[in-house]
């Protein structure tokens, strides 16, 4: 478990600066005045040529990378809660890149997502010791 953490630390990176990429890159564009194909079109190209949607896009597909990777050595049921750390990173990148202001009712939510991403966590640790204790009984 230990040896994935780098690997999940810095996919949740990449999904928050991802995040933020994307946000600001689809700001930038605009949005589409009234619907119709001319409008869809022009929103489209200037999407598929804005710096930032197209780094937001990366780093959202080396993100879905490591979350496989990371899926093909541990169990979803730990992995997949430890993914919610992203809303912290996203917030922080949101304060430090885009300027945003987080509330303290914010501010707890994110606490609630720590304390249970720590519980997931140790849990794993539990399950780990269960079954090296449970090897050693069972060897000759």
Known sequence: MIRLLPVLVVGL???????????????????????S???????????????????????EAAFF???LFLMSRADVSFIWPLTALSFVF????????????????????IVFILIGAGVITYTE????????AARQSTSP
Not at 21 to 32: A, V, W, Y
Not at 125 to 132: G, L, P, Q, T
Request: hydrophobic share 45%.
């Open 13 to 35: 990176l990449m999904e928050a600066v991802g995040v933020v990429f994307l946000s600001r890159g689809l700001k930038e564009i605009g949005e589409m005045t009234k619907v």
């Open 37 to 59: 194909i001319p409008e869809i079109l022009g929103l489209f190209g200037r999407g598929v040529t804005n710096r930032h949607i197209l780094g937001g896009v990366a780093l």
């Open 65 to 67: 990378g490591c979350l």
């Open 90 to 109: 996203s917030t922080l990148a949101a304060i430090f890149y885009l300027g945003e202001k987080v509330s303290p009712l914010r501010w707890l939510g």
């Open 125 to 132: 640790k539990v399950k780990e010791r269960e079954e090296a």
